[in-house]
């Protein structure tokens, strides 16, 4: 008897991680879930979200509590009924109860700081017994303020393990609880003592002096760094909650003629339901009844409305501008497109750059190398023979100084924002490893139908002899309009056409019937000459020059012989040369792969101003091509948008997928352009370039602040509360640095 093995079934689960405080938090919880069997984790600071894949052989409940054994809570988060419920919004209120909490903190801090520091540093305002009121005012800043701090060291003391906030806990209690040793056991304490504001060390009696401005000032900076940090990811994550928010919130919902008015969370797929004019669409769906112009701007950016009537597909979250429609759901929930453009920026947000895995095992170690680095700073100066007040200041200035706070939120914040515009802007950014492929692209692949061209047949030309072209047109156009052909469908247009009698469909060559008294005959040049209908020379010059340029020409004749060519083309979009354009201004060489044949291929092309052409391709082979540039040293990007471009957008360096296009294409491709312009393929590139410029300016700024900063600190030379400031000025500066990019058109 033999055994089958199976390779195990795994599990994607998102965890709301509470109570981190920097990115060694993170890094920390990381590791302790990558240690369980089977299960790969990736927590984000920013976010505060876990990303985990785990086998069946691991419950959510053990990751849970692999998680609390770790010093932090995490639970699983509410599943969205559909997009606009309530569930988007029930889930801030903790992020906005946390935000104002700090708030106050701050508040009370900053004002009980503010007299501290003004003492320290003025002479005239201290005295006869300004240390003792200091110590008043100081105290609740150094306990309360900073119990923050103190909570989370002392959380992860009990595990072990260390992260910045040992670092801030650490100083801040060191500068305090000297100086209480120095006002009740030195001379700090006595009357008349005086402490003037310093920028640099002196040698001098440690006894004699107090560091409560140290200890206050550094918390209150480091708590207003702290409530910018968390203000900015609430902002940086606004475009995320703008999406869910574009959604109804209750609909009317059809039984039989009755309308009842429900939630929209709680619609099924084939409810009918009812917009009125003004009315957002409560979900995906097919209009069964009424006519009306649709707003879609929200998911095209075109302000023009959409004309939508019975059989048309409308998307949840758009407005009925016009009349009333009844439309039948086809999409709810998590499957209607808004909710997946919701999950699409999520995902992106989620996701960790290489940079910043570098920056999280960095963290992990840095801290005990600080620590280690301050009582070696402490020893040294000790052993000097400095003032015990001289070497106890360079080492808490040490401390202070290299908490790394900025480093944590260098590659988030960036990524989170510039994601977050992106989906304003209509492009949706799947993870930032995309970030990284956008900069060495160097050619990108067009496919031809759908992406550059409208993938629509529509008549581009006439040519008449014998009549007038407006004869050609109306007649071939009423006989059409009997039949479904795509081709067929572009001749006859939308207009009214005259009445049809006899009407017969010649299978492959074309159609005839009686139209105003003509027998009339629309189709091949066979079907023609089979009907006895002769072709004059200017017919057969057209006929020849349409299918040289890889158009198809129609003939149309009546009473003995051809009167018409009417010429059908996929139309190209009227943005594609525009776009063709920019794509080369960003250095990027356009190369347009199509299945359709050379001569068509090459007319398109030359509209647009590509010269590489490569056609007559097989859906199956399209992934070869791609492999192929790849393979003469290309990084090539892939455009397209069908189910036919799936396997090259999955094979491509960067795959980019039309948002107009397939399910199957958006989900394998890196990036989505929710509008059928070409013109946003290279937005996104641009976008892309530069939310990486900012994720880089952020890392070299946060690890050259920590480097350059601790030997001077080691030195003596920076007070802690100026430490302490640089430090909070430095997460400020990387935060407002990727808040820049919210302004990228």
């Known amino acids: 008897m033999t055994t089958e093995t199976h390779p195990e079934q795994t599990t994607d689960v998102e965890l709301a991680i509470s109570g981190m405080t920097c990115a060694s938090c993170a890094n920390r919880i990381e ?147 000297w100086s209480v040793v120095a006002l009740f056991w030195g001379t700090a304490g006595e009357p008349g003592m005086t402490h003037p504001f310093r920028f640099t060390i002196e040698r001098s009696d440690g006894m004699g002096n107090i560091y409560l401005e140290a200890a206050t000032g550094v918390t209150t900076f480091l708590l207003a760094g702290r409530w910018f940090e968390k203000r900015s990811k609430r902002r940086a ?43 957002k669409i409560a979900t995906d769906g097919v209009v069964e009844s009424g006519t009306s112009a649709v707003d879609a701007s929200m998911l ?12 048309a597909d409308v998307v949840g979250g758009c407005v009925n501008a016009g009349g009333r429609l009844v439309v039948r759901a086809t999409r709810v929930g998590a499957e209607t497109q808004l909710a997946q453009m919701a999950q699409l920026v999520e995902e992106a947000q989620n996701g960790k750059a290489a940079a910043q895995r570098l920056a999280d ?24 023979d400095a003032p015990a007040s001289a070497a106890f200041t360079a080492a808490v200035s040490v401390l202070i100084i290299a908490c790394p706070c900025a480093l944590g939120l260098a590659t988030p914040t960036a990524l989170m924002v510039g994601t977050g515009r992106g989906a304003q802007l209509g492009i949706l950014i799947r993870g930032p490893e995309v970030l990284e492929s956008t900069r060495q692209v160097d050619t990108v692949v067009l496919d031809k139908t759908g992406t550059v061209t409208t993938g629509q047949m529509a008549l ?57 008294g003509h027998a009339v005959v629309v189709g091949r040049p066979a079907l023609l000459e089979a009907h006895g209908l002769a072709l004059p020379a200017a017919l057969a010059a057209a006929l020849d020059d349409a299918q040289e340029a890889g158009r198809t020409p129609v003939l149309a004749g009546w009473d003995g012989a051809a009167r018409g060519v009417l010429v059908v083309s996929d139309t190209v979009k009227p943005t594609s040369a525009e776009a063709v354009a920019e794509l080369r201004a960003l250095g990027l060489r356009p190369v ?33 091509v791609v492999a192929r540039l790849q393979g003469e040293g290309r990084v090539v ?18 795959g980019i997928a039309m948002g107009t296009g397939t399910d199957v294409a958006i989900e394998a491709s890196d990036l989505t352009l929710v509008r059928g312009d070409l013109r946003v393929a290279a937005d996104a590139v641009r976008l892309a370039r530069r939310t990486l410029a900012t994720i880089k300016g952020n890392l070299v700024w946060a690890f050259g602040y920590n480097v350059a900063a601790l030997p001077l600190a080691a030195a003596g030379l920076l007070n802690p509360m100026i430490a302490g400031g640089a430090m909070a000025l430095s997460s400020v500066f990387v935060v407002s640095n ?8």
Not at 300 to 310: A, D, I, R
Not at 510 to 515: E, K, N, W
Not at 740 to 745: D, K, M, T
Request: glycine share 10%; aromatic share 4%; net charge negative.
């Open 31 to 177: 590791r302790k879930l990558n240690k369980l069997d089977g299960v790969t984790a990736s927590v984000n600071y920013a976010t505060e979200k876990a990303r985990v894949t785990h086998p069946a052989t691991v419950s959510t409940d053990d990751l849970l509590a692999t998680v609390e054994a770790a010093g932090y809570s995490a639970t699983l988060p509410q599943p969205a009924a559909s997009v606009g419920g309530s569930a988007a919004a029930d889930a801030e209120e903790p992020a906005e109860r946390e935000l104002r909490t700090l708030r106050d903190r701050l508040v009370v801090s900053a004002a009980l700081t503010v007299p501290v520091i003004a003492m320290a540093m003025v002479p005239a305002l201290q005295f006869e017994y300004w240390q003792w009121l200091s110590l008043t005012l100081a105290a609740p800043v150094a306990v309360w303020g900073a119990w923050p701090f103190h909570r989370a060291a002392w959380t992860n003391l009990r595990h072990g393990a260390t992260t910045m906030d040992t670092l801030v806990s650490i100083g801040v209690l060191a500068a305090f609880g």
């Open 237 to 279: 994550g606004a475009a995320l909650r703008a999406l869910l928010d574009l959604g109804a919130k209750d609909v009317a919902v059809l039984h039989g003629t009755t309308e009842v008015r429900v939630p929209a969370d709680t619609l099924a797929v084939g409810d009918r339901f009812v917009v009125r004019p003004g009315e």
């Open 300 to 311: 095209t950016g075109e302000p023009v409305p959409v004309e939508v009537g019975p059989g």
């Open 361 to 384: 095992r960095v963290s992990g170690v840095f801290v005990p190398v600080v620590i280690a680095l301050a009582v070696a700073t402490l020893g040294f100066w000790l052993g000097a």
């Open 460 to 516: 581009v030309s006439v040519v008449a002899d014998g009549a007038t072209e407006d004869d050609v047109r109306r007649l071939a156009g009423a006989l059409e309009s009997g039949s479904e052909h795509p081709i067929a469908r572009a001749i006859a247009g939308d207009g009214p056409h005259a009445a049809v009698t006899d009407f017969v469909n010649e299978a492959g060559l074309g159609v005839r019937g009686t139209v105003e």
């Open 592 to 624: 347009l792969l199509t299945g359709d044949h050379e001569r068509a291929a090459r007319t398109v092309a030359a509209e647009v101003g590509i010269d590489e052409v490569i056609a007559d391709v097989l859906p199956a082979d399209k992934v070869d």
């Open 637 to 654: 990007a892939m455009v397209g948008d069908g189910v036919n471009d799936a396997a090259a957008l999955a094979q491509a360096d960067l």
């Open 738 to 745: 990727s808040l820049r990019l919210r302004g990228f058109r």
